[in-house]
């Protein structure tokens, strides 16, 4: 088979594109990119050149964006040609040149395709390209996700030479007397692809001959065992989590029972900012006693009772709100409304051997004992309250245990204060001394609307 026509199968078969697609080919010069361009060409397809130059090797990279624009004016084909400013976007962002330049190229692609300039980027990756990925992905731990290294169709990026040997497109280039120029630094081993390409993957042939061959039959079954494993995941995950607000919830002993429980523990926390490493610490968490929990720069994975529960970092300190007036307040968890009611209201007396006439988001506390203005803010260490029915005081810290509440439930506990005395622990209990009695003559009604 011709490679314009294992080209032309290739994209049928990965369902890459339509023929009447247009397409923007990212060309560097090298013998990959004028080969796409050729057989693109050949192919019949209409396509538009993007170029981009990092400006990493002084007079190398001038050469090749002229010598793009040639090839372009070959083709009779639009050129997009970008210069950027690499070593200063890695330097402000504390990436590698190799990521700064990867992050550059792809934004500027996005950024052309929103702009309907064509429908699919399409890259040169080709086989050889493909198992080096995998191989530096197998060394650096990422898993089976890593192991099917790069996809012929990942959005409107598309990869058409992926089935291809580096050796078929130069063969094709000689073949067709295509001219390509050389980027030196590929020659280099400062790179960590340069290194697996000239020193590890030669060595290797050297013990296995059919080390290509194997690998790059090994990388369709991966692609295959990886949708099967995802499968799964997903199936575990629907089992195991429940959303409740912004949280996760999980029940221990359920994870416990299940197989195989890092793979599952790791598929699920990766989600939430954390780290491979960190798989054993959260199992840990299955064997630990309440309040004990981990963290990620986003989230934590908090042991409370019979759950694990995910819940997002506080990111703001607790703001004070003061109240001055009857009327609405918003504030983060929701919103307070705060009226007089009269007396008249059929209201029992809130005794303390009677049940309390209120629900938990509704506070009906004797007008006569409060005096605005009212302070409203998070609870604290140390703060302490006489809770309904009791004549003697508590401390909040305590009574939120006896609640039973979690740990990211017990930061988002907040109070209404006055005069250094808490009136209501929002959505819990009102202050004893505060209470609705016999002898109250207006009643202030606070209700509380959760988000």
């Not at 890593?146 to 058409?160: E, F, T, W, Y």
């Not at 099967?228 to 607000?245: C, D, P, R």
């Not at 607790?318 to 919103?335: D, M, S, W, Y």
């Amino acid at each position: 088979m011709s490679l314009l026509l294992k080209f032309q199968h290739y994209i049928k078969k990965e369902n890459l594109f339509h023929p009447k697609d247009k397409l923007l080919l990212a060309v560097s010069g090298g013998v990959d990119s004028v080969v796409l361009c050729e057989l693109c060409k050949q192919a019949g397809y209409d396509f538009v050149i993007a170029h981009c130059n990092f400006q990493l090797r002084g007079e190398e990279s001038e050469r090749d964006e002229k010598f793009v624009k040639g090839l372009a004016k070959k083709y009779s084909a639009e050129v997009l040609v970008k210069k950027f400013d690499t070593e200063k976007h890695a330097a402000e962002n504390k990436l590698s040149i190799q990521v700064a330049a990867r992050e550059l190229r792809y934004n500027w692609f996005h950024e052309l395709i929103e702009a309907s300039v064509a429908k699919y980027v399409a890259t040169a990756h080709h086989a050889n390209d493909n198992i080096e990925t995998m191989l530096m992905n197998f060394f650096k731990g990422t898993g089976i996700q890593g192991l099917k290294a790069i996809l012929p169709k990942q959005g409107n990026i598309v990869r058409p030479l992926l089935s291809v040997k580096k050796e078929e497109l130069i063969a094709f280039a000689r073949e067709h007397d295509l001219e390509f120029v050389e980027d030196s630094s590929n020659a280099s081993d400062k790179y960590t692809r340069n290194y697996f390409r000239n020193q590890l993957f030669p060595d290797l042939q050297k013990v296995f001959p059919q080390v290509e061959e194997n690998l790059a039959g090994n990388l369709q079954r991966f692609r295959e065992i990886e949708i099967l494993y995802q499968q799964s995941i997903s199936q575990h995950k629907k089992k195991l989590m429940e959303q409740k607000g912004s949280e996760i919830h999980i029940p221990v002993l359920k994870l416990q029972k299940t197989e195989p429980l890092h793979s599952i523990v790791y598929e699920i926390i990766k989600d939430f900012g954390f780290t491979a490493h960190q798989t054993d610490e959260c199992i840990a968490l299955l064997q630990s006693e309440t309040g004990k929990y981990i963290q990620s720069p986003t989230h934590r994975i908090i042991r409370n009772r019979k759950w694990l529960i995910i819940s997002p970092n506080e990111t703001t300190e607790a703001a004070t709100v003061l109240i001055v007036e009857e009327g609405k307040i918003i504030f983060v968890p929701g919103e307070l409304e705060i009226k007089s009611l009269p007396q008249t209201s059929n209201l029992k007396p809130q005794t303390s051997d009677l049940k309390p006439q209120t629900s938990n988001n509704i506070a009906q506390l004797d007008a006569g004992e409060i005096k605005f203005p009212l302070l409203l803010r998070k609870w604290k260490t140390g703060d302490y309250f006489y809770p309904l029915g009791m004549d003697k005081k508590k401390k909040i810290s305590r009574f939120l245990i006896d609640q039973k509440l979690s740990l990211p439930q017990k930061e988002n506990v907040w109070v209404i204060e006055m005069n250094k005395k808490i009136i209501w622990v929002i959505g819990l209990r009102i202050d004893n001394r505060f209470k609705i009695t016999g002898s109250t003559k207006d009643i202030l009604q606070i209700s509380f609307l959760r988000k």
